[in-house]
C-alpha cells in the first residue's frame, strides 16, 4: 500500500521533507499559498534526486507522485502524514494545525518541524492534542536521518511507535525525548556554540572562517561518529569517563566560555554521567573504541578528499606534496616502467574475506592510469581545457591477496598508442611480489563532442617517448590475455 504525505509549508524544511517521502515511494501533496513553492521545491527535490539514491547500495523504491493542491483540505483530507513547516509563530501554528484537524482523518499523524516550541503549546486548545507532537527535522531532511521526536502525556504509546517506525521506512533515526524543553536538545547545543561563537567574532578573536575551520577540521569530525560523551570517555584512557570529569571537571569553573551558568561539579553528577557512559559505551574497551574512532574517521575523511572539501582537500594538498616529494627524490626513467602508484591499503578498502576486493584493484589501476596521463601532459588544466582520455577495454589478473595496511606499489608500461590511442600496462607489487596486472586500452577524446579525437601534439610527442623507450623491454607476461569459457558448447 503506497502511503500519502501532505507538506504543509513548502520552505527549505517543507521541500525536504517533501523529497525525503517522496524519494522512498510515498505520494506526496503539498500546499504552500506562496506562488513560488513550486519552483522552489522543484530545485529541492533536484539536489535530493541527485544526492539521496547514492546514500545506499539498494535502489530506493520507485518514486511516489508528486501534487501541488490549492487547498489545505485537498492536501490533508487522505493523507497518512501530515508535516507543518509553517512559521515559526504560536499563533499561526496554533491556526494552522487547528484548520488541519477540521479536515484530515482522526488518525493522521501530525508532526510539527518546530525547531523552538514545546509540543504541550502546540497542543494547546486543539480538537485532538495526542494526534500533534514535534518531528523536528535537521537540514538537509532529505539527507540527514535525525528527527526529534517530542511528545507529551497526551500521545499515546502506540501512536509514538508507529511515528517511529514510519520515519524508520523513509531513512530516518527518531530520536524519542520524552521530557520536553524549549528548542528540544540538538539545537540547545548548536546554540550554545553559535552564541559563543558570536563572542569570538565580536571581541576580534577569531573570524567567522577560522571558527568554522576549528569545526570541520577538528572536533566537528570527531562529533559526527561518535558524539559528545563517547568521543571524552576514550578522552579519558583505560580509567574511563570518572578520570576524564575528574580531570577537566574543574575547567567549569574557569572562564573559558561567555557561557558560565554551569551545572554544580559534585560527586553526584560524576556518578551519574559516568554510569550513563558505561551504560552507553562499556561493552568495548578504550582501545577498541579508539579503532572503531579512528577507522570512522579515515573514512569520512577521505569521503570528503573525493569531494576536495574540507578536511578532504587538506589531505588531497598534502597527498599532491607528498608525490611531489617522491617526484623530486626519483625522477623519471624512460628506460624502466614508471612508478605511478604507492600507497597503503586503507581500511575501507578490504571486503568480508579481509582482503582487498576487486573493486579496489580497479580503482588503484585508474589512479595509476590517472598518474600517467599527468606524466604525459593530460593533467588538470589539459582536462579543463576539453580533451581526456576514456577508458574504452580492461583486464585485471587477481594473483594473490592484498591485506588493509600493506603498502603496494604499481609500476607502469605504455605498450602503444598515439594519436588518439593509449594502451598501458599496469603490475601492482607488494614488496617484491607481484599481486595483479591491469591492462588498460583508452582512446582520447574531445569533452565537447564526446567523440574520439587526436591528442595534442606535445602529449602525443611525450607518450610516443615512453613507447619508444618502454617498446625496447620484453612484452610483460600476460599481455593480451582474455577470458575464454571452458564450458561444452
Known amino acids: 500500500m503506497t502511503h ?18 517522496l524519494l522512498n515511494g510515498w505520494d506526496v501533496q503539498v500546499f504552500d499559498p506562496d506562488p513560488e513553492a513550486e519552483r522552489k521545491i522543484g530545485q529541492v527535490l533536484a539536489n535530493a534526486r541527485r544526492s539521496l539514491p547514492g546514500l545506499t547500495d539498494v535502489a530506493l523504491p520507485p518514486e511516489g507522485r508528486l501534487q501541488f493542491c490549492e487547498t489545505l483540505q485537498e492536501a490533508v483530507e487522505h493523507a ?28 493522521a499523524v501530525i508532526g510539527s518541524s518546530t525547531s523552538g516550541f514545546k509540543p504541550s503549546q502546540l497542543q494547546e486548545g486543539a480538537a485532538r492534542p495526542g494526534q500533534i507532537m514535534v518531528c523536528h527535522p535537521f537540514n538537509p531532511v532529505y539527507l540527514l536521518p535525525l528527527v526529534e521526536v517530542v511528545t507529551t502525556p497526551a500521545n499515546t504509546a502506540e501512536s509514538v511507535e508507529g511515528v517511529k517506525t514510519l520515519l524508520q521506512e523513509v531513512g530516518m533515526y527518531p530520536l524519542h525525548l520524552k521530557k520536553e524543553i524549549d528548542a528540544h536538545v540538538a539545537d540547545r ?47 579519558g584512557g583505560e580509567a574511563g569517563m570518572k578520570h576524564f570529569m575528574a580531570q577537566f571537571g574543574p575547567a567549569l569553573k574557569w572562564p573559558w566560555t561567555k557561557l558560565m551558568d554551569v551545572p554544580e561539579f559534585n560527586d553526584d553528577l560524576v556518578d551519574l554521567i559516568a554510569g550513563q557512559s558505561d551504560a552507553q559505551s562499556g561493552a568495548y574497551t578504550i582501545q577498541e573504541l579508539e579503532q572503531i574512532r579512528d577507522g570512522n574517521l579515515v573514512a569520512m575523511m577521505r569521503a570528503l578528499k573525493t569531494q576536495n572539501w574540507g578536511v578532504g582537500a587538506l589531505l588531497a594538498q598534502h597527498e599532491d606534496r607528498l608525490r611531489n616529494a617522491d ?145 625496447k623491454r620484453p612484452l610483460p607476461e600476460g599481455v593480451g590475455r582474455a577470458i575464454r569459457s571452458s564450458a561444452p558448447r
Open 4 to 21: 500519502r504525505a501532505a507538506i504543509i509549508g513548502g520552505g527549505v524544511i517543507g521541500g525536504g521533507w517533501a523529497a525525503r517521502f
Open 327 to 471: 617526484a623530486v627524490s626519483s625522477p623519471l626513467d624512460h628506460t624502466a616502467p614508471v612508478v605511478t602508484g604507492n600507497r597503503v591499503v586503507p581500511l575501507d578498502w578490504t571486503d568480508y574475506n579481509g582482503h582487498m576486493n576487486e573493486a579496489r584493484y580497479l580503482q588503484a589501476f585508474a589512479d595509476a592510469t590517472d598518474r600517467f596521463m599527468a606524466i604525459i601532459g593530460c593533467d588538470a588544466d589539459y582536462i579543463a581545457a576539453g580533451h581526456s582520455y576514456f577508458t574504452a577495454e580492461t583486464h585485471i589478473r587477481h594473483l594473490d591477496e592484498v591485506n588493509a595496511g600493506q603498502i603496494i606499489r604499481i609500476e607502469t608500461t605504455a605498450l602503444g598508442g598515439g594519436g588518439k590511442k593509449l594502451h598501458l600496462w599496469h603490475e601492482m607489487y607488494v614488496g617484491g611480489k607481484l599481486i595483479a596486472t591491469g591492462e588498460h586500452f583508452l582512446l582520447h577524446v574531445d569533452l565537447k563532442t564526446r567523440k574520439a579525437a587526436p591528442a595534442s601534439s606535445a602529449v602525443d610527442k611525450a607518450l610516443k617517448k615512453w613507447i619508444d623507450a618502454h617498446g
Open 189 to 235: 547545543f548548536l546554540e550554545a556554540v553559535w552564541r559563543e561563537a558570536l563572542w569570538l567574532v565580536k571581541d576580534g578573536i577569531a573570524t567567522t572562517a577560522e571558527i568554522d575551520d576549528a569545526i570541520r577540521y577538528g572536533f566537528g569530525i570527531r562529533w559526527a561518529q561518535m558524539g559528545l560523551f563517547e568521543t571524552y570517555r576514550v578522552a
Open 80 to 107: 497518512d502524514w501530515i508535516q507543518e513547516s509553517v512559521p515559526e509563530r504560536l499563533d499561526i501554528k496554533h491556526e494552522t494545525l487547528a484548520d488541519i484537524q477540521k479536515m484530515c482523518r482522526a488518525d
